[in-house]
């Protein structure tokens, strides 16, 4: 993300033990947009972030290809996703027990964190359908 590329680029600083923490701790996330080129800018329309400690829930949902690595997979715009994620998404709602298998045990990476965000994707999508897809891992 911007902030942990920004975080990372300080470690010369004499806080930089916190930061190299920081940047190795809490850098470990996914963040997705949505942007429109307009005028030759990028203009963001919606972001989010989540960890990384949800992709192998993402996975059994079948939606981490989309989320995560949508420009190795061929989705390029909002519309590009929509079907997947509510697929993904009734699969979520249909099963939580089974998806709460894969909670990460320090907390960070929750099935009730983790619906939501697919949640906003979703209506993002639905709301933007020709806006570009863009990530940082």
């Known amino acids: 993300s911007l902030a942990c590329s920004w975080l990372r680029s300080r470690t010369s600083s004499p806080i930089s033990p916190l930061i190299q923490h920081l940047t190795s701790e809490e850098c470990m996330s996914?963040?997705?947009?949505?942007?429109?080129?307009?005028?030759?800018?990028?203009?963001?329309?919606?972001?989010?972030?989540?960890?990384h400690n949800l992709g192998e829930m993402a996975e059994e949902a079948g939606i981490y290809k989309a989320l995560w690595r949508p420009d190795e997979n061929g989705f390029e715009k909002g519309s590009d996703l929509i079907p997947v994620l509510e697929a993904g998404m009734k699969d979520l709602k249909e099963r939580p027990e089974y998806f709460m298998k894969f909670d990460a045990p320090n907390g960070w990476g929750m099935y009730i964190h983790f619906v939501p965000?697919?949640?906003?994707?979703?209506?993002?999508?639905?709301?933007?359908?020709?806006?570009?897809?863009?990530?940082?891992r």
């Open 30 to 51: 996914l963040d997705i947009g949505l942007s429109y080129h307009i005028d030759g800018n990028s203009v963001d329309v919606f972001d989010r972030n989540i960890t």
């Open 117 to 136: 965000f697919v949640e906003a994707v979703l209506e993002a999508c639905k709301k933007y359908p020709n806006a570009l897809i863009w990530v940082s």
